[in-house]
């Protein structure tokens, strides 16, 4: 089999760099090993323009949105699935200082296109324990998914997925040709998240993997169609409730662990009155980096090996933007902002 491009991993970012080569009449050949636990499987896939206690803005949030809404809403038409939902999330204001912090935003004015009225509060309070106040703001969530399995079913039907682990160490590689059991590709692209830090041709790169956990639970006469944040979130996912996203930078496996659901259910007791009942907790490994920007670029010897990775905590709305930057500058259109460039670290290659 003959391709212009071979792509290894098929999370988020493999899938978003699949499909743009595709609209760009590339052919192309995928190679994931379907790992159950890959953080785009496991992840919320919020988008959300002010985060953290602080309620800071999220950086270039003006342009990821647009650039995310216009991805998914044509990917999603073109898999025939909903990828995106636009839900409102609304922060639980609980004590002073996060009521300044909220204050000191709206006075700032940098997020005002974000924030919103709180009409049904009232809804919220047989739910939630004592509160300040509230602060409502625009989001959006994305179903990662259904977007992998649905494109994965596409890629299959094509027979341009294989299903394996791929070795790094039984690639061929000259200046225009890439070879990996019976593939000829003219270049090789790694999407494969956390595992680039065993890549041998990345592996110089400054990744920071960080774990994190999630609890998918449900409650017992509680709808919502906003998300609430208070002490952990609480995402409302196909009729039940997504939680979660812990740091853990020493222990990178993908076990749940009982520290983790110990302090979540004690941060539950503390912000909602029903006892939740879990339905399931599991971990995964995010591919973060110090600096936290992404990693995309060509390698600085082989020019025809290049990495989209790096998407960190919010590859939700990082990757739409930054996959149509990367994309352009395979095909020699433009280049890629120098902040995401993998060029900034090419001195420590
Ligand atoms: C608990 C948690 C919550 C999160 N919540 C959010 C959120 O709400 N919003 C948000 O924007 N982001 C969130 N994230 C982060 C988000 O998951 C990542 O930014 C994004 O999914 C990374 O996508 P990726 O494709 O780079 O990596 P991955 O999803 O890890 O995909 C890499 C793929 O490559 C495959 N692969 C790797 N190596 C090989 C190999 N050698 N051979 C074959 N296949 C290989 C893997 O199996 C996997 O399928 C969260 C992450 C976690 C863990």
């Known amino acids: ?16 760099v699949a499909h743009h080569l595709r609209k760009h ?117 994305v179903n990662l998914e259904l977007l992998i399995s649905a494109f994965a079913n596409v890629l299959s039907g094509e027979k341009s997925l294989t299903t394996e682990d ?10 225009h040709f890439v070879g990996y059991k019976g593939i000829s590709a003219t270049h090789v692209i790694f999407c494969d998240g956390a595992r680039a830090i065993h890549n041998p041709f990345f592996n110089y790169l400054p990744f920071q993997p960080a774990k994190g956990e999630a609890i998918k639970f449900v409650l017992d006469n509680f709808q919502s169609k906003k998300i609430l944040r208070h002490k952990q979130f609480i995402i409302p996912m196909d ?5 979660g996203g812990s740091y853990e930078w020493e222990e990178l496996n993908e076990e749940p662990t009982l520290g983790f659901k110990e302090k979540w259910l004690i941060d539950m007791q503390s912000m909602i009155v029903q006892k939740p009942q879990i339905v399931s907790h599991q ?55 120098e902040g995401v460039s993998i060029e900034r670290f090419e001195s420590l290659y």
């Open 1 to 16: 089999m003959t391709v212009d491009y071979l792509i290894i991993g098929q999370g988020l970012a493999g899938t978003l």
């Open 25 to 141: 009449g590339k052919s192309i050949h995928v190679i994931d090993n379907a790992h159950k636990n890959s953080a785009s499987k496991i992840a919320a896939g919020l988008i959300n323009p002010v985060t953290g206690r602080k309620y800071v803005k999220s950086w270039r949030i003006d342009e990821l949105i647009p650039a995310s809404i216009k991805t998914y809403t044509e990917l999603g038409q073109e898999l025939g699935v909903d990828l995106l939902v636009q839900q409102n999330i609304l922060r639980i204001i609980f004590d002073q200082k996060s009521e300044r912090y909220w204050d000191d935003l709206i006075m700032k004015g940098v997020a005002e296109k974000y924030i919103q009225e709180s009409a049904d509060i009232e809804a919220y309070q047989d739910l939630l324990h004592q509160f300040h106040g509230v602060g409502e703001l625009s989001g959006y969530r």
């Open 166 to 175: 791929f070795k790094y160490s039984s690639i061929e590689l000259s200046d």
């Open 239 to 243: 009729g039940q409730f997504w939680s």
């Open 283 to 337: 971990a995964a490994v995010r591919p973060a980096v110090k600096g936290r920007r992404p990693l995309l670029g060509t390698h600085p010897k082989y020019k025809n090996v290049h990495i989209f990775n790096g998407l960190g905590t919010k590859g939700s709305s990082l990757a739409p933007l930054f996959v149509e930057q990367f994309i352009n500058h395979l095909l020699g259109l433009n280049s890629i902002d």
